[in-house]
């Protein structure tokens, strides 16, 4: 069964620090992109981070570069995503994602995120 | 950044309506559109992607099309397991961006 575990969330104090992690099973890690989305409570989703494959491609959303890292080891089938400098404006729901480059012979389709772990809380608050 | 606009923002219908959500790009991103439910509590589901190309698994019952910078997702024939909220997101350039959501609720 393809399936994604996040943990590491919790309450933190603003400034502070949290590293999520995310363990990959039932595909093979190695070969996917994978990003990291995040809900505020009542919110939409936004997406936050992702990563290629081999880590040589990595991408932020503006409001949290210079402050989280993304990150992966694929001997351990596992993606992190280290945050520091925590603010109260980043509440929300994690969720890390596989995320798949579509295409066939003739034509590429780009990428979705079409597995998805359940979810960790992180809550910024004093 | 690419802003995605939904509309309407939320809608009721019964079971067997058809219905149709719209999203609108800021700019051009050529097909690099997907679609996603998401039901309370629960992550996001990839139900179209490249704005047209149904996700394995899903319900045919499921469309969507492209029209330049305007895209559809249709329900052909709305069943109970259908009532959530409904985003778009470009995948055309980072920073990848959600469309705000449609809630699909009960009439």
């Known amino acids: 069964e393809v399936q994604l575990v996040e943990s590491g969330g919790g309450l933190v104090q603003p400034g502070g620090s949290l590293r999520l992690s995310c363990a990959a099973s039932g595909f093979i890690f190695s070969s996917y992109w994978m990003s990291w989305v995040r809900q505020a409570p009542g919110k939409g989703p936004e997406w936050v981070a992702n990563?290629?494959?081999?880590?040589?491609?990595?991408y932020y959303v503006d409001s949290v570069k210079g402050r989280f890292t993304i990150s992966r080891d694929n001997a351990k089938n596992s993606l992190y995503l280290q945050m520091n400098s925590l603010r109260a404006e980043d509440t929300a729901v994690y969720y890390c994602?596989?995320?798949?480059?579509?295409?066939?012979?003739?034509?590429?389709?780009?990428?979705?995120?079409?597995?998805w772990g359940q979810g960790t809380t992180v809550t910024v608050s004093s | 950044d690419i802003q995605m606009t939904q509309s309407p923002s939320s809608l009721s219908a019964s079971v067997g309506d058809r219905v149709t959500i719209t999203c609108r790009a800021s700019?051009?991103?050529?097909?690099?559109l997907n679609w996603y439910q998401q039901k309370p509590g629960k992550a996001p589901k990839l139900l179209i992607y490249a704005a047209s190309r149904l996700e394995r698994g899903v319900p045919s019952r499921f469309t969507g099309s492209r029209s330049g910078t305007d895209f559809t997702l249709t329900i052909s024939s709305l069943q109970p397991e259908d009532f959530a909220t409904f985003y778009c997101q470009q995948s055309f350039t980072t920073p990848w961006t959600f469309g705000q959501g449609t809630k699909v609720g009960i009439k």
């Open positions: 700019q051009s991103i050529s097909s690099y």
């Open positions: 994602a596989r995320t798949t480059y579509y295409y066939d012979r003739s034509d590429s389709y780009g990428y979705g995120m079409d597995v």
């Open positions: 990563i290629k494959s081999d880590e040589s491609e990595k």
